[in-house]
Nanobody, 117 residues
């Protein structure tokens, strides 16, 4: 069993930066996909960034060039560095660990990011 705890959310002005952290308790496999999702008010949850097997990363078009996902295996932590924030980035951000081969699917409770204009 894995528990995920996000932190680092808050209120920031447009153009500012935040770094989200997701600390995992329990074993994280090197083959696990580490994801950040977000859900804005009245909208569906969307995948923002993924850290995949082998260290490759993928981003939603809306955040490419502004957000960076990284992973510290020694600390069992995944980060999301968010720069040049826009009001449309306002959402609850969720950490997610997935591994279909082992039936692993874990979610954090989320952290709220609010970007003011």
């Amino acid at each position: 069993q894995v528990q995920l705890v996000e932190s680092g959310g808050g209120l920031v002005q447009a153009g500012g930066s935040l770094r989200l952290s997701c600390a995992a308790s329990g074993r994280i496999f090197s083959s696990d996909r580490m994801n950040w999702h977000r859900q804005a008010p009245g909208k569906q949850r969307e995948l923002v960034a993924t850290f995949t097997i082998g260290g490759s990363t993928n981003y939603a078009d809306s955040v490419k060039g502004r957000f960076t996902i990284s992973r510290d295996n020694a600390k069992n932590t995944v980060y999301l560095q968010m720069n040049s924030l826009k009001p449309e980035d306002t959402a609850v951000y969720y950490c997610h660990v997935a591994n279909g081969a082992y039936g692993r699917d874990y979610w954090g409770k989320g952290t709220l990011v609010t970007v003011s204009s």
